[in-house]
C-alpha cells in the first residue's frame, strides 16, 4: 500500500492513464481487505457460537444429544441475553435521564435474538448437528480457535428438522409396543 502511495505521488497529472490505473489498483486492495475481514469477523462470530454450545455440554459427555436435549440447549441458547435485558431495564427504570443509556447495546440484542429465532424457526441456525455422533466429537475436538472453524461441516438445525429426528424415536416406541399387544 506504501508503494502503490509512492506511485500515485509520482503522477504529474490527476487525470492521466497511470493515475487512473494506481487509483484502480487501490481500490481492488481495498476491496479484498474488506471481504477478507468479512471472513474474519463470520467466523469469529460462528467460533463464539460454538464455544458457547461446547461450554453447555458436560465434558465427560461421549454421547451425542438426543433432538430433545438439542432442542433444550438451543431454547437456552436463545435466552443467553435475558439477564443483561433485565438489568438494562433496571437501570431505566431508575432515573428519568437515564432512560435511553444503554439503548443501543438492547437494540442489538433484540435484534440478533429476533434473528436467530427466526433462523432456527424457519430455514435453520447453521451449527453442527450435535445429534450426530461424528459430529458431536468433532465439537468436542475442536480447538477452539475461530480459524478451524472453517474445518467444521455445519448444518442448518432448525425447529421443523429436530421435530423430526424426535419422530422416528416415537413412532419406533409406538410400533412395538403394538407388536407386544
Known amino acids: 500500500m506504501t508503494n502503490l502511495r509512492k506511485e500515485l505521488e509520482k503522477c504529474k497529472h490527476p487525470n492521466s492513464r497511470k493515475t487512473k490505473a494506481l487509483g484502480?489498483?487501490?481500490?481492488?486492495?481495498?476491496?479484498?481487505h474488506k471481504v477478507r475481514l468479512g471472513h474474519a469477523i463470520k467466523s469469529n462470530i460462528m467460533g463464539e457460537k460454538?464455544?458457547?454450545?461446547?461450554?453447555?455440554?458436560?465434558?465427560?459427555?461421549?454421547?451425542?444429544?438426543?433432538?430433545?436435549?438439542?432442542?433444550?440447549?438451543?431454547?437456552?441458547?436463545?435466552?443467553?441475553?435475558?439477564?443483561?435485558?433485565?438489568?438494562?431495564?433496571?437501570k431505566q427504570s431508575i432515573g428519568k435521564h437515564r432512560a435511553n443509556q444503554h439503548a443501543a447495546r438492547q437494540d442489538v440484542i433484540k435484534i440478533t435474538l429476533e434473528r436467530e429465532r427466526n433462523e432456527y424457526e424457519s430455514g435453520g441456525m447453521e451449527l453442527l448437528n450435535l445429534c450426530d455422533p461424528a459430529k458431536f466429537k468433532m465439537l468436542h475436538d475442536w480447538d477452539g480457535s475461530a480459524l478451524s472453524v472453517q474445518h467444521?461441516?455445519?448444518?442448518?438445525?432448525?425447529?421443523?428438522?429436530?421435530q423430526r429426528l424426535k419422530q422416528p424415536t416415537a413412532t419406533s416406541t409406538s410400533a412395538d409396543q403394538m407388536e407386544t399387544l
Not at 454450545?53 to 437456552?76: M, Y
Open 24 to 32: 484502480k489498483k487501490a481500490r481492488r486492495q481495498n476491496n479484498k
Open 152 to 162: 467444521l461441516k455445519l448444518d442448518l438445525v432448525s425447529h421443523n428438522m429436530l
Open 50 to 90: 460454538l464455544s458457547w454450545f461446547l461450554g453447555h455440554i458436560d465434558e465427560e459427555r461421549t454421547t451425542p444429544l438426543s433432538p430433545q436435549e438439542f432442542e433444550e440447549l438451543i431454547a437456552l441458547y436463545l435466552q443467553r441475553f435475558d439477564e443483561e435485558l433485565q438489568q438494562i431495564a433496571l
